[in-house]
């Protein structure tokens, strides 16, 4: 199994930054992707990044040029900073981990972006 703790969520304002971080244990070998989605209220759970073990990484249209992933291995965590976050930034942001045999999500941290 995988356990996949998140961290770094809470109240910003508009333009502000904020830092998620997501530590994986546990049967962590193989490891093909970690990532990030969001949730809003109402809506689809949506991709907002993702970093490819090839070392490749790709991006939500809506959060390019704003977001960085970023990994380090050697600490089984990935890394999501947020830069001008706007409001409809706000949600569940879940981290995700893809491996050979299975789909991995922590429990979901709220990012809330209002004045």
């Known amino acids: 199994q995988v356990q996949l703790v998140e961290s770094g969520g809470g109240l910003v304002q508009p333009g502000g930054s904020l830092r998620l971080s997501c530590a994986a244990s546990?049967?962590?070998?193989?490891?093909?992707?970690m990532g990030w989605y969001r949730q809003a209220p109402g809506k689809q759970r949506e991709v907002v990044a993702r970093?490819?073990?090839?070392?490749?990484?790709n991006y939500a249209d809506s959060v390019k040029g704003r977001f960085t992933i970023s990994r380090d291995n050697a600490k089984n965590t990935v890394y999501l900073q947020m830069n001008s976050l706007k409001p409809d930034d706000t949600a569940v942001y879940y981290c995700?981990?893809?491996?050979?045999?299975?789909?991995?999500w922590g429990q979901g941290t709220q990012v809330t972006v209002s004045s």
């Open positions: 995700n981990l893809v491996k050979i045999g299975g789909n991995y």
């Open positions: 546990g049967s962590i070998l193989n490891i093909m992707s």
């Open positions: 970093s490819f073990s090839n070392g490749n990484s």
